[in-house]
């Protein structure tokens, strides 16, 4: 029987392109793949059938796919690409728990990926890696949890870095230079209702993200132009990105964080300070990481070896279960784009990228 896989995510890797031509080792099918955004789904969560999605038309179509169309699938496998929530307040996660409802199986794991929409559950359990590691070994960025204003009353170190809530992608950050910033901003904190971080501001040289898919590690070393283009590395005017070895200290970073988030995809940022001769690990992202420009072909290939090799282990061992529900209204199969034509391996190898 056909699986469907839906990749929730943006429009900038076709998925269908790179899942292209690929079928389950142990039955010989080919896979269905439907991608979309968490705002163009809904979910309707049976006990005895699983989860059945509906699929809204895109917008702006990827060119020779189904996307253009309406249609309801039952949902056999999830590739996570896009958090639930977004910079305007978005806010999907009763979809998840739909998906959770009924244990739809996916990458990263259900529980694993709710963990990532919220910081606080995130930093946890980095907290507790480094607790058991040391500081040396797993330097994790100290930092303090507001859950309100009112828990805003005592002054930190200046200068000093404010998160709000759960924004990622250098949204929702402000570097406080003194009391008076701090006042202002725990004004504007006290007029919402969500949760505030801080942390020391760190003077850095260069940032680093290791990244893991998989068995595959890669790592990139960013240097920007000059503090005065911006305190934010992802907001600043960077003069040199290149790919670094992934050392033993950073493959043993992304390892231990992985195995206490139970994270098959994930990328960890961290800055450099010369002043201080020492890193920081500032967080921590899950399967809805950006992939660099240069490396999103390789990258999504990886994605798919690891997708792959997961729906074949999970479904050449599965027991017979109920049929799938029938959609209330029709579907149409996507028509594939051109793919890369990259061999699929029985299971992705281990590797990593200069």
């Known amino acids: 029987m056909v699986k469907t896989l839906l990749v929730i995510g943006s429009q900038k890797i076709d998925f269908h392109a790179i899942f292209k031509d690929q079928k389950l080792s142990f039955d010989g099918e080919p896979i269905r793949v439907e991608q979309a955004p968490w705002e163009l789904i809904s979910v309707t969560s049976y006990s005895d059938s699983g989860a059945v999605v509906t ?184 003069v040199k990105d290149e790919d670094v070895p992934v050392t033993p200290e950073y493959r043993r970073w992304i390892d231990e964080a992985c195995a206490a988030l139970d994270l098959d995809i994930a990328a960890i940022d961290a800055v450099y300070s010369s002043k201080q001769g020492r890193y920081y690990i500032l967080e921590i992202n899950g399967s809805s990481i950006g992939l660099a420009a240069r490396h999103a072909q390789e990258d999504a290939a990886h994605i798919r070896d690891l997708v792959m090799h997961r729906m074949d282990t999970l479904f050449s061992s599965a027991p017979a279960t109920t049929e799938k529900r029938s959609p209330s209204s029709s579907s149409t199969s996507a028509t594939p784009a051109t793919a890369p034509s990259t061999s699929r391996a029985s299971s992705p190898s281990s590797s990593s990228s200069a």
């Open 55 to 238: 699929i809204d038309p895109h917008p702006n179509p990827i060119p020779f796919t189904n996307q253009g169309t309406r249609r309801t699938v039952t949902v056999d496998f999830v590739l996570f690409r896009g958090g639930t929530r977004g910079t305007f307040h978005q806010d999907f996660r009763n979809l998840l728990l739909a998906l959770m409802y009924v244990n739809v199986p996916s990458i990263n794991s259900l529980q694993a990926f709710y963990d990532c929409q919220e910081k606080p559950l995130l930093y946890r359990k980095l907290l507790q890696v480094q607790k058991r590691l040391g500081t040396l070994e797993f330097p994790l960025i100290p930092q303090t949890f507001h859950p309100d204003h009112k828990a805003m009353y005592f002054l930190p170190e200046f200068p000093v870095v404010v998160k709000v809530g759960t924004a990622s992608g250098g949204v929702g950050k402000m570097k406080l230079m003194d009391q008076s910033q701090w006042n202002d901003f725990r004004g504007l904190v006290s007029q919402g209702n969500t949760y505030v971080t801080s942390e020391p501001y760190i003077e850095w040289d260069y940032d680093i993200r290791i990244q893991k898919i998989g068995a595959h590690y890669r790592a990139m070393k960013r240097i920007v132009a000059s503090k005065e283009s911006g305190w934010k590395s992802n907001d600043s005017a960077c």
